[in-house]
């Protein structure tokens, strides 16, 4: 006798993750394999952050600082917003859930692009919730069509802005008058998880929205997995109204990030000419990138973010696979239900070239001349 599952829990679908290295090296006998699947720093972590792990280390037989205290003052003085009003998360994955904990009972709607990022979906089912799928609009988020699919029920909106996995985005003005037409009981959650990478002077930036301006609350999700080279540790935040806030942390765990993490994440932070490099190697490579699968004669999707989208003419799955035998892991986009397309972010140049390379000879293997 199995214990008794809930039909909502029964029917989630678990979230297929960017298979890791050492699982592939594994399975295949290979080295040396290389990874353009998760969206992940390739410069390896910030090495302010290595050296505050190391002194930290000593540490590690007290409990972390639950409230998290220097992490969050650092944000707070420098986004010049209220301390109150900022949650750490062990990554931003986890402030998705407290705040679908926080607000929501079983049968609201949440509202979330489709597709986008699909933890969205699976946290709000696994909270008993109705996810609402509003389809993108030429590979963009749809604002207004989002608009229209609010009822009395819906609690939250989630925009990802640049879109995973889509790398497009939402601009200001529109953005403005979508948050301006909902009302101020509606969470909107702006999860800008590649915001760091997006060189469009016109993207709204989430801080500016935090403060109630009329219209829906704003709750910005920033994460140390990206830019800052973090991925491994865990760590993210969430900033919002600090009413907002207050129940977010009434449903964490009060240790739910460790002393590491805090401790890498505070040096990360003022870390800027690693910052600096990140930006400039991930927007060297998306370049070359674009450049050389142009050459193939292969479609892309313009991006803001440190990934994007290509245009195969093959099913992405099949395509994926043989790129595994080659060592090199890049994203299908088959559950995204995008089944020509795949997702590769920018890695060192090495890593660009193995991989235009592999994607070159896989492309003749499936597709041979007639
Ligand atoms: C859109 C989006 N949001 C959030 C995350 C999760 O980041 P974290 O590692 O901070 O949990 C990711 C990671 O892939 C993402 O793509």
């Not at 029917?11 to 699982?23: F, M, Q, V």
């Not at 994203?331 to 890593?351: F, Q």
């Amino acid at each position: 006798m199995k214990p008794f599952v809930p039909e909502h829990i029964a029917g989630l679908i678990p979230y297929p993750p960017g298979k890791p290295l050492e699982e592939l090296e594994r399975e295949y006998g290979i080295r040396d394999s290389i990874k353009l699947a998760s969206n992940e720093n390739p410069l390896g972590p910030s090495p302010r952050a290595l050296e505050a792990i190391r002194s930290t280390l000593g540490r590690l037989h007290r409990y972390p600082d639950g409230s998290g205290y220097y992490l969050r003052k650092r944000l707070s003085e420098k986004l010049d917003l209220p301390f109150e009003g900022i949650v750490l998360g062990n990554g931003s994955n986890e402030i998705i859930e407290l705040a679908i904990r926080a607000f929501l009972v079983p049968g609201d709607e949440v509202i979330m692009p489709a597709p986008s990022f699909l933890v969205y979906k699976l946290a709000v089912q696994t909270m008993g919730g109705k996810g609402v799928a509003v389809p993108l609009k030429d590979f963009t988020i749809d604002l207004e069509a989002t608009l229209r699919a609010v009822t009395p029920r819906t609690k939250i909106i989630f925009i990802n802005n640049p879109n995973n996995p889509t790398g497009t985005v939402v601009r200001k003005e529109p953005w403005d008058r979508f948050l301006r037409a909902l009302p101020p009981e509606m969470l909107v959650v702006l999860d800008e998880a590649y915001i760091e990478f997006a060189r469009d002077p016109d993207i709204p930036r989430g801080f500016d929205y935090i403060k109630p301006r009329g219209g829906a609350h704003v709750l910005v999700l920033r994460t140390f997995s990206k830019a800052y080279g973090l991925a491994g540790l865990r760590i993210g935040y969430g900033v919002m109204d600090p009413g907002i806030a207050d129940y977010l942390h009434r449903v964490r765990q009060p240790f739910n990030t460790g002393t590491l993490a805090q401790a890498a994440a505070l040096a990360a932070l003022d870390d800027e000419a690693f910052l600096l490099r990140t930006r400039e190697t991930v927007w060297d490579g998306l370049r070359y990138l674009y450049e050389e699968v142009g050459r193939l004669g292969l479609e892309t999707l313009p991006t803001q973010a440190n990934f994007f989208l290509i245009r195969v003419p093959v099913d992405a799955k099949r395509l994926y696979e043989a790129l595994l035998g080659r060592g090199v892991i890049i994203r299908a986009m088959n559950a995204y239900g995008l089944d020509r397309y795949i997702r590769v972010n920018a890695g060192i140049p090495e890593e660009n070239r193995r991989f235009v390379e592999a994607l070159a000879e896989t492309l003749k293997d499936l597709q041979p001349a007639t």
